[in-house]
């Protein structure tokens, strides 16, 4: 049996570490004249108001994706992944994204590699609706170690980000509310240690998998940016709470409001994929949903008698469903091939 603690990430401890870094940093607090942080909202986003405006600010990675591009060769989709992570986390407070900043740390900066990273930076920010506009490349040679000598390299990105209207925190959510997913492309950037030493267990990285699609196909898919189809419906519907289901997977639906529960009675069928990671890892079930989208890379929390109308409006950009509802009580629920899984 294989669990993400397993394979080398230990959400726990990660979240333990995160407290004593927040901790310290407590203590150094300062708040330019003009600038203040909004207390008790950045579960995706710090949100600061400067100048009376509602301004989010964020910054993530892409992990262990960057040691497939390696494996593979292939350099330009991990920058849409890149922006892919910021862009969703900062629209989960309602907040369009108005830069991008990138830093790249290399073992050898190659230009042919650096050029297909740009690609995919460039491409994401263009479906994010906005720009990159500087960043840093920094050689690490003692620092930075790949899959191959010399093309090791590690890609962050920074997202800036203004909110239009009030930010949305999940304060909002009341028992009765309808849960909204949306579909995810795949496995996107989280979970992929896992993902990577099962199917690399018994598989080529360049093997094809039962499904048709290859190893570094499923490994390499860009992770969906949700930016338009939710700016759209935040402009006519009223949106309780949004989740951006990554690292946690459906657990982060807690972020939102941690004293009611989330039931997913009818949650999107996972991914070839997760099936495969599944049964070849002997991963159990809820190791599966804690770990992966499982098919849902985001869901919104609405009032019941919108969420039909909400669902047709984000199906014009991607599938979409009501795939559950906020009851009282807490913790996640989720129904799926005849499991309950309690999270």
Same mark, same amino acid.
């Given at each position: 049996?294989?669990?993400?603690?397993?394979?080398?990430?230990?959400?726990?401890?990660?979240?333990?570490?995160?407290?004593?870094?927040?901790?310290?940093?407590? %203590?150094? #607090?300062?708040?330019?004249?003009?600038?203040?942080?909004?207390?008790?909202?950045?579960?995706?986003?710090?949100?600061?108001?400067?100048? /009376?405006?509602?301004?989010?600010?964020?910054?993530?990675?892409?992990?262990?994706?960057?040691?497939?591009?390696?494996?593979?060769?292939?350099?330009?989709?991990?920058?849409?992944?890149?922006?892919?992570?910021? +862009?969703?986390?900062?629209?989960?407070?309602?907040?369009?994204?108005?830069?991008?900043?990138?830093?790249?740390?290399?073992?050898?900066?190659?230009?042919?590699?650096?050029?297909?990273?740009?690609?995919?930076?460039?491409?994401?920010?263009?479906?994010?609706?906005?720009?990159?506009?500087?960043?840093?490349?920094?050689?690490?040679?003692?620092?930075?170690?790949?899959?191959?000598?010399?093309?090791?390299?590690?890609?962050?990105?920074?997202?800036? /980000?203004?909110?239009?209207?009030?930010?949305?925190?999940?304060?909002?959510?009341?028992?009765?509310?309808?849960?909204?997913?949306?579909?995810?492309?795949?496995?996107?950037?989280?979970?992929?240690?896992?993902?990577?030493?099962?199917?690399?267990?018994?598989?080529?990285?360049?093997?094809?998998?039962?499904?048709? %699609?290859?190893?570094?196909?499923?490994?390499?898919?860009?992770?969906?940016?949700?930016?338009?189809?939710?700016?759209?419906?935040?402009?006519?519907?009223? &949106?309780? /709470?949004?989740?951006?289901?990554? /690292?946690?997977?459906?657990?982060?639906? %807690?972020?939102?409001?941690?004293?009611?529960?989330?039931?997913?009675?009818?949650?999107?069928?996972?991914?070839?994929?997760?099936?495969?990671?599944?049964?070849?890892?002997?991963?159990? &079930?809820?190791?599966?949903?804690?770990?992966?989208?499982?098919?849902?890379?985001? +869901?919104?929390?609405?009032?019941?008698?919108?969420?039909?109308?909400?669902?047709?409006?984000?199906? %014009?950009?991607?599938?979409? #469903?009501?795939?559950?509802?906020?009851?009282?009580?807490?913790?996640?629920?989720?129904?799926?091939?005849?499991?309950? &899984? #309690?999270?």
């Amino acid at each position: 049996m294989m669990t993400y603690k397993d394979a080398g990430v230990d959400i726990d401890k990660e979240a333990l570490a995160v407290r004593a870094i927040r901790d310290v940093l407590e %203590k150094y #607090k300062v708040e330019p004249e003009g600038c203040r942080e909004v207390e008790g909202i950045g579960h995706y986003a710090a949100v600061l108001e400067v100048h /009376g405006e509602l301004l989010t600010l964020n910054v993530d990675g892409v992990g262990s994706k960057v040691l497939v591009a390696q494996l593979v060769g292939q350099y330009d989709t991990v920058g849409i992944d890149a922006i892919a992570m910021n +862009a969703n986390d900062a629209v989960c407070l309602g907040a369009r994204p108005l830069a991008f900043l990138d830093y790249l740390a290399m073992e050898d900066p190659d230009p042919d590699i650096c050029a297909e990273i740009a690609e995919g930076l460039g491409k994401g920010a263009r479906e994010a609706g906005a720009p990159i506009v500087g960043g840093e490349l920094a050689t690490l040679p003692e620092v930075i170690r790949g899959e191959e000598e010399g093309r090791g390299f590690d890609l962050v990105v920074a997202c800036l /980000g203004r909110v239009e209207g009030d930010p949305i925190t999940g304060e909002d959510v009341e028992p009765g509310d309808a849960i909204v997913g949306l579909r995810s492309s795949g496995i996107h950037s989280n979970g992929l240690t896992l993902a990577r030493k099962v199917l690399l267990s018994e598989y080529d990285v360049h093997d094809e998998l039962p499904h048709g %699609k290859t190893v570094a196909e499923e490994l390499l898919e860009p992770t969906r940016i949700y930016v338009r189809p939710i700016m759209e419906v935040l402009r006519d519907y009223e &949106v309780r /709470g949004i989740a951006h289901i990554t /690292g946690g997977g459906v657990e982060n639906l %807690k972020r939102l409001r941690d004293d009611v529960r989330y039931v997913l009675d009818d949650p999107f069928e996972p991914h070839p994929v997760f099936e495969i990671i599944r049964e070849l890892g002997n991963v159990p &079930v809820d190791e599966m949903y804690r770990t992966f989208n499982m098919g849902m890379g985001m +869901a919104l929390i609405v009032p019941d008698e919108e969420a039909e109308d909400v669902v047709d409006e984000v199906s %014009k950009h991607v599938e979409s #469903k009501i795939v559950g509802r906020v009851e009282e009580g807490r913790g996640v629920v989720v129904y799926a091939d005849g499991h309950e &899984v #309690k999270l």
